[in-house]
């Protein structure tokens, strides 16, 4: 499967942006997808993540409440709402689809998110 991230810009402290992970190639539907973000200078670390259907999700402490993800199986893309947006939210976010083996094997290229305070 390949994925491809898009949606990062710049805003300002407070702000929403709205990434998508686009998918093509094998059955989507069927994987597990998660985002991760990797910041200058830290270890890339998850953020979200949502089931193959979408009636489960999990999220990472730091974003819970302000990030929301989603997914549309018949657009093959899995979203990721972002509102409230501080300054440490500032990485660069990549998605990734799960194998059947449970590990992330599959991911898109990045799309850089700024947050100006």
């Known amino acids: 499967v390949q994925l491809q991230a898009s949606g990062g810009g710049l805003v300002q402290e407070g702000g929403s942006l709205r990434l998508s992970c686009a998918a093509s190639?094998?059955?989507?539907?069927?994987?597990?997808t998660g985002w991760f973000r990797q910041a200058p200078g830290k270890e890339r670390e998850f953020v979200a993540r949502i089931s193959w259907s979408g009636g489960s999700t999990y999220y990472a402490d730091s974003v819970k409440g302000r990030f929301t993800i989603s997914r549309d199986n018949a657009k093959n893309t899995v979203f990721l709402q972002m509102n409230s947006l501080k300054p440490e939210d500032t990485a660069v976010y990549y998605c990734a689809a799960q194998s059947t083996y449970g590990t992330y094997d599959y991911w898109g290229q990045g799309t850089q998110v700024t947050v100006s305070s």
């Open positions: 190639g094998r059955t989507f539907s069927r994987y597990t």
